[in-house]
């Protein structure tokens, strides 16, 4: 069946390829399940590939309730696509939106992660831009529902994190901007306002990344500025974390430079697996605190 069922009744959306060690992919808010396919038939060669509509974007059902959209329930959806097909374990990937949520899982059910990729993933995460970035948010929410998704995709693809995709690859670029201008109105705006608007900061959970025992790879564009800190940062605080940064990049990683993003997630994941993927040696740590003293 090509629909999981959330805890709520939500249906969604679910494409898989592939035989092995199952990645589960997690798209961003400006993409859907389609944005994967770049990484779907690279990775379906060797492992079982999953992806998914998240609620509010079809062929995925669209909750017409704020409140069935939130962070929570992101991760929720993730276990209910696992479940759905059976996937006790997985590595998860996620982009963005996507990105937090997977977080996010590394945090609810680490016992459910082979590892976790939190690609572009900070943007509102900033104390200093919080209350900004929920005011955007919201301001989005709005245009989405007032203008329609075929209209403000135009504006809203070629965010100053986009435009680098644009430069280099028109016709990706335009792919993209028209898959974004397919959304639904109603679920474009209950995810900003549900999910978007309400997510904590990560640097509010510091504490508990500490203590995240999962593997982790946080990729980011040099050119993402929203996002370059929070990276610096979970690399900083999760214990078995990597960090890439993808040079001349914004923020659509995985279909602006579809190559290097394969690239890092093959390596990373052949690293995991062989269980070369450790925590940061705390020897290193202290002798970089005696140099600085």
């Not at 590595?91 to 937090?100: A, D």
């Not at 680098?164 to 900003?192: I, V, Y």
């Amino acid at each position: 069946m090509p629909f999981a069922t959330a805890s709520d009744g939500t249906r969604l959306w679910v494409e898989e390829a592939g035989v092995g060690t199952p990645i589960v992919f997690v798209h961003e808010f400006g993409g859907d399940h389609r944005a994967w396919e770049p990484q779907m038939n690279f990775f379906a060669r060797r492992h079982r590939c999953v992806t998914f509509a998240a609620r509010g974007y079809p062929p995925s059902d669209v909750p017409s309730a704020v409140d069935a959209y939130s962070q929570a329930i992101a991760v929720t959806d993730i276990l209910a696509v696992m479940d759905h097909l059976a996937i006790e374990k997985a590595h998860v990937v996620g982009l963005s939106m996507g990105g937090f949520a997977t977080a996010h899982f590394g945090l609810v059910a680490p016992e459910r992660a082979l590892s976790l990729v939190i690609a572009g993933a900070g943007y509102g995460a900033e104390k200093q831009f919080e209350d900004y970035f929920r005011g955007v948010s919201l301001d989005v929410a709005d245009n989405f529902e007032k203008k329609t998704a075929r209209v403000f995709a135009e504006t809203y693809a070629l965010g100053a994190s986009r435009v680098q995709f644009e430069n280099k690859d028109p016709r990706g670029w335009r792919a993209f901007a028209d898959r974004l201008a397919e959304h639904s109105d109603l679920g474009a705006a209950n995810t900003m306002r549900g999910v978007q608007a309400r997510r904590p900061s990560l640097y509010d959970l510091e504490a508990e990344f500490a203590k995240m025992p999962v593997p982790t790879l946080v990729m980011v564009g040099d050119e993402d500025d929203h996002c370059l800190q929070p990276g610096i940062f979970l690399k900083k605080t999760i214990p078995a974390c990597g960090l890439a940064v993808l040079p001349k990049t914004g923020h659509t990683l995985n279909i602006e430079e579809p190559e290097l993003f394969n690239a890092h997630l093959r390596e990373f994941i052949a690293m995991v697996e062989a269980g070369r993927w450790l925590p940061r040696d705390p020897r290193a740590i202290a002798s970089q605190i005696m140099k600085t003293e």
